[in-house]
């Protein structure tokens, strides 16, 4: 136990330190863009000299680079993520709207694929290099390989139009009025299309790693002693090379997490779910800095939190870990 | 000027076109409109702020124009293409020095109160004039706004206003909202701006960020039965292909603005149940432009400038780029512009050999490698077409030797760079005419705009005789006087090219069978929809 | 067994190895069979595949050879792969290499700079720095290095954490080497191959993300490639899919050659290892 709460002190300490870069660094980043907030603006209004000098005064544009980065740090003191330009609402409550949705968005697509790909990793690596190994592995690969968008333009032709099993896009039915049960079934049918074509690209990652980690336990000695035993197959697969495999799977997981945030902006914006990546997407193109900084804020602590989770478990399930910890 | 909101693809055609497209106007069918149904109709993007009144824009209009109303609308056959909405008639002073409102009687606001004509004073004097991206300019002179009765409003000018522009102004920057809303507070941060509250046949109900704007029916509408349709949603698609996927799964019935790439529509025009309209957008035309930096040696040069004009396939651009859905131009007023238009100005063919002759003449000799000289070239990208003709003139310039070298930007940095830093050579730009050069192609031409104002003359070109001609005829109150300057005011340019116009195009709607009264007027995609019907 | 012998036990190293040929071969003839510019009018618009055998697999919305950009697109796909995946791996060896070295203050000052690197999702960063410095192609080769980088990094530093201790260090280190010459002459060299090993994962992450960024409308104008290819065909996905299959399947066969082909590699050098 006191492992893990030296592990939670030392990573908290470490992650103001990364928090504090992330935000220095997506500030100018930012800053050196071309055209700001009030250019970005002006695309859909048009304006003259008068109209524009007062937009940047309202915005707060008209300080110095150092003087908002000042601001900014100061009011995330106490907690404050301030008021997006382009929403002109708080940032923290934009934010709290969309996360949930890129939450089950990216839970769900996560689970797709660690869930699938390590069962057919199981599958493909109990016989390591067989025909359904080969087939399984360069079929991953292939998936993987198709850019997430063409997949999922691909299956809102073939399912949502062609077929009309299930919705073109959206997190559910608009302005539909359902509630509790009929609601989440509704959410769960419009995320089945997002979900596959965000978890069948990322199949691949851990299906090769699951059956990777199952060739190389093969030959380890406790599978052989195991053999030796007379076990069957069957249970040295699940209970032995499986279970020794899996252990890389979960930092993969936690490695990912910060991927799958990023590949979510293109499926969002093809399946028009309202998330955070969409959402990041329209704060670039709005030269949003306060909310891109938000969004960039919020994402970097998830990732912290999961990888700090990952860690926790790995801690307990592997009981080496905590002295490597001090070399991380 | 430009209103690009709504749609980063644009297309089609002014009415000069109807008939090469596959269209079949809805208008003319003697059918009983239904009542209620819930319209649900395509949004490729979320206008942060929905108050019409402070911004004067297509993509705030596509939404708000159903909430809040203007003092007149286009229309096909009124007098002056206008027909009354919050506002009964008007009546310009000769002098210019006035306009004269009388106000529709028995209107009411959304929340019950009475429209009067104190809501048109706050309105044009609070709003239209110091907030209003268009309005600044249009009544940069209005000093005064007298309300004699409740349903009288007379406008007063500082200086001499031509009636007509006014007149031209009225259906996009004439949007009243309600002074008893307004009257507290600081006007920009007004939580109506978000939610709006007005006249129309339509209320704002709510508003769920990411995915839809919901109307609901306005029961205590001034018009007769109207609207007959109980809700309208308007569902948030931002992908290109979205919109057309989800009219083919019924999952909308409405796709405006050419929510449907240009490409698409010949195989969704066959799609049983879908109908393809090209009408309903004639006031809304936007110019296909290539903007030209003067401060580049060679682009100061009229030879060189009239070689790349000759250097472009007109035909070619609206064949393959707009497939059809658009008609080549010949000066900074479309074609399909009732009061301004001539076609008796200098015409540039396609003729590369001639192009190619007159920047020989020019001095600009092919070098070795058959190149004269290298140009960077900026495509506005807010529009697939404008960055399709982008990749076009590229080739076309390399047929005659000139190596130009795309540029892309996204939006705010094309604005920046174009209009605040003039870091281009040529740009490509899609502005919109406004039914009257004085609120839009003359601001391309005219010299001595501030750097900044994005949509105008930032290529530094500088010709005394056409500000003067601008100028003379901003104060002519005479019609027919100020239309024949504008004429005069195409040949010159035409004739100098400070720019070069390639062609004009305008939207396109898509629709299911049911959708009844579709495109019945000029800017039908941002007027109030309230005859508008489902039929099941 | 020769190193070659055993890179070539698997079909699927030889198959990845075919592919990669096949395509440095296409790059290498693109200026030869397809002189001039690739982006330039040869035809009527929409023209479909297998119609007119002088532009065999048809032509795009401008009437652009599609063959003929295909060809050129493998040029710049497996430039931008290639650039970006030395770029990502030059950085990465560097920082891993001196964080593992130098230890203390610096070794945490550059891996808090990593962990700030890992945490922002990778293709947001891509994304936010091509939309803010402009798209061009070394723009966004620097943009997937950027977002690349992190993970070479850490196994370069894991791997000098394991050699420095070893003899020849020490003997280094006794014989008076300057440290940095230590680290990068003695250390590096023999950091590199596990590091090497991930060359295949971002070569191929790198086609994708030009792919993905091209869909987003920050692709270079100026050059033909296969993301742009693609992102350009699906307004057309419905009329004209042969626009987006075509380079498609050229990048789904890249990517899966270049990942077959760098496991083998992998695997070749690990039975070697193993083996000594």
């Known amino acids: 136990m006191t492992r893990a709460l030296t592990l939670i002190r030392r990573r908290l300490v470490g992650s103001v330190f990364v928090l504090l870069i992330v935000i220095i660094g997506s500030f100018l980043l930012l800053e050196a863009a071309p055209g700001d907030a009030v250019d970005a603006y002006i695309v859909s209004t048009g304006g003259d000299a008068g109209m524009i000098e007062l937009l940047r005064h309202r915005w707060g544009l ?6 908002r980065l000042a601001n900014y740090l100061w009011a995330l003191l106490h907690l404050d993520l301030g008021q997006s330009i382009t929403f002109s609402r708080p940032i923290r409550e934009i934010i709290l709207e969309r996360l949930p949705t890129t939450l089950i968005l990216m839970g769900s697509a996560t689970a797709l694929s660690f869930g699938l790909g390590s069962a057919l990793g199981i599958y493909a690596g109990a016989k390591p290099g067989s025909f359904r190994d080969r087939v399984l592995s360069i079929g991953s690969l292939a998936l993987y390989a198709v850019p997430g968008f063409w997949l999922g333009l691909v299956l809102i032709v073939v399912f949502a139009v062609d077929l009309r099993w299930l919705p073109i896009g959206g997190i559910e039915t608009i302005a539909s009025g359902k509630t509790g049960l009929a609601r989440a079934a509704d959410i769960a049918t419009h995320l089945v299309l997002p979900v596959a074509a965000l978890g069948f690209i990322y199949l691949a990652l851990y299906l090769r790693m699951m059956r990777a980690g199952m060739a190389e336990a093969w030959r380890q000695d406790f599978v052989l002693a195991a053999r030796a035993r007379g076990l069957t197959r069957r249970r040295i697969v699940l209970a032995h090379v499986a279970r020794n495999a899996l252990l890389p799977l979960v930092t993969m997981l936690g490695l990912q997490s910060a991927q799958m945030l990023g590949g979510s902006v293109v499926i969002e914006s093809v399946f028009a779910v309202p998330g955070l990546g969409r959402l990041a997407q329209e704060a670039v193109a709005g030269r949003d800095t306060p909310l891109l900084l938000g969004i960039i804020l919020a994402s970097a602590f998830l990732v912290i939190v999961i990888n700090l989770l990952v860690d926790l478990a790995y801690a307990f399930l592997d009981p080496r870990v905590g002295a490597s910890e001090a070399n991380a | 000027m430009s209103e690009l909101t709504i749609s980063r693809r644009g297309l089609l055609a002014g009415s000069a076109l109807l008939l090469a497209s596959t269209a079949l106007p809805t208008i003319g069918f003697a059918q009983t409109p239904k009542k209620g149904g819930r319209l649900i109709v395509a949004a490729d993007s979320e206008p942060r702020n929905l108050n019409p009144a402070i911004v004067a824009s297509n993509g705030v209009f596509f939404i708000s124009s159903k909430i809040v109303e203007t003092l007149a609308e286009a229309s096909s056959d009124g007098k002056d293409g206008l027909e009354p909405r919050l506002a009964l008639s008007w009546e310009g002073a000769a002098d210019g020095l006035s306009v004269t409102f009388k106000l529709r009687e028995g209107v009411k606001w959304h929340d019950g109160k009475p429209f009067t004509s104190a809501d048109v004073a706050f309105s044009a004097l609070q709003i239209w004039k110091p907030l209003q991206n268009l309005g600044r300019t249009v009544f940069k002179d209005l000093a005064a706004v007298d309300t004699p009765d409740e ?17 031209n102004a009225l259906p996009a920057l004439s949007s009243v909202v309600p002074k008893h809303v307004y009257a507290v507070g600081k006007i920009e941060d007004n939580p109506a701006n978000n939610a709006p509250v007005g006249t129309g046949p339509f209320k704002f109900a709510e508003y769920k960020a990411g995915q839809y704007y919901r109307l609901t029916k306005n029961d205590a509408y001034w018009g007769k039965d109207e609207p007959y349709l109980d809700e309208i949603v308007y569902q948030v698609l931002p992908d290109r292909t979205s919109a057309a996927a989800a009219l083919e799964a019924e999952e909308i019935q409405l796709a405006a603005f050419s929510a449907v790439p240009l490409a698409d529509l010949d195989r969704i025009s066959k799609v049983p149940g879908l109908k393809v309209i090209t009408k309903g957008y004639e006031g809304l035309t936007y110019q296909l432009v290539v903007e030209i930096n003067h401060r580049r040696k060679e682009l100061a040069d009229l030879k060189v400038r009239q070689a790349i004009a000759h250097a472009i396939d007109k035909d070619f651009v609206v064949k393959t780029v707009f497939l059809g859905y658009a008609a080549t131009a010949t000066g900074p007023v479309p074609k399909n512009d009732p009061q301004f238009y001539t076609a008796d100005v200098p015409t540039y063919a396609f003729d590369v050999a001639k192009a190619n002759a007159l920047l020989d003449e020019a001095g600009y000799k092919r070098a070795d490698d058959g190149k004269r000289f290298a140009l960077k070239l900026l495509p506005a990208p807010y529009f697939n077409e404008t960055k399709q003709f ?69 290529g530094g070109y500088k010709n005394a005789e ?11 109150l005479d019609t027919s006087a100020r ?12 004739a100098d090219l400070p720019l070069i116009n390639v062609a004009e195009w305008s939207f396109i709607s898509v629709a299911r069978d049911t959708v009844g009264n579709i495109a019945n007027n000029p800017r039908w995609a941002v007027s109030n929809w309230a005859d508008t019907y489902l039929e099941s | 067994m020769s190193r070659l012998h055993r890179f070539f036990r698997t079909p699927e190293a030889i198959a990845g190895a075919l592919i990669l040929a096949l395509l440095v071969a296409m790059a290498l003839a693109a200026p030869l069979l397809f002189p001039g510019d690739p982006q330039a009018i040869a035809g009527p618009a929409l023209l479909p595949p297998f119609q007119d055998w002088s532009l065999p697999l048809g032509t795009d919305r401008l009437g652009r050879d599609v063959l003929a950009e295909l060809f050129h697109g493998a040029r710049t796909s497996l430039a931008v792969g290639l650039a970006a995946a030395a770029a990502a791996l030059l950085i990465g060896a560097a920082v891993g290499t001196l964080a593992g070295f130098a230890s203390g203050l610096l070794d945490e000052v550059l891996m808090r700079v990593t962990d700030a690197f890992q945490t922002v999702p990778s293709f947001l960063l891509a994304l936010a720095f091509v939309s803010i410095v402009g798209p061009s192609l070394g723009v966004v080769v620097a943009a997937i290095a950027l977002s690349a980088w992190t993970g070479p990094a850490r196994v370069a530093r894991a791997e000098v954490l394991s050699i420095r201790e070893r003899d020849y260090v020490a003997g280094a280190r006794i014989i008076g080497m300057h440290p940095l010459e230590i680290a990068f002459r003695e250390v590096l060299p023999n950091a590199l191959p596990p590091v090497l090993a991930l060359s295949s994962v971002i070569v191929a992450a790198a086609i994708l993300t030009e792919a993905a960024l091209s869909f987003l409308g920050l692709g270079d104008p100026n050059r033909v490639t296969w993301g742009g290819m693609i992102a350009e065909g699906r307004t057309v996905l419905r009329t004209a899919p042969f626009l987006s299959i075509v380079p498609g399947v050229a990048l789904v066969l890249t990517v899966l050659g270049v990942y077959l082909a760098g496991e083998g590699v992998v695997e070749s050098t690990a039975v070697r290892r193993s083996l000594s």
């Open chain 1, 62 to 67: 008209d300080q110095s680079e150092l003087t």
């Open chain 2, 151 to 167: 349903l009288t409003a007379i406008f007063k000018f500082a200086k001499p206003t031509p009636f007509q522009l006014i007149r």
């Open chain 2, 390 to 458: 982008g990749d076009y003139l590229r080739q076309a310039l390399a047929a005659i030797g000139i190596d130009a070298e795309i540029v892309n930007n996204d939006s705010a940095a094309h604005i920046k760079a174009v209009y605040t830093d003039h870091a281009f050579d040529l740009a490509v730009g899609p502005p919109v005419f406004r039914g009257d050069p004085a609120i839009s192609t003359t601001i391309l031409v005219q010299s001595g705009i501030p750097d900044g104002v994005p949509f105008s003359n930032q």
């Open chain 2, 466 to 476: 056409l500000d003067a001609l601008i100028a003379k005829a901003s104060e002519t």
């Open chain 2, 483 to 494: 239309t024949e300057l504008y004429k005069e005011f195409q040949k010159k340019v035409a």
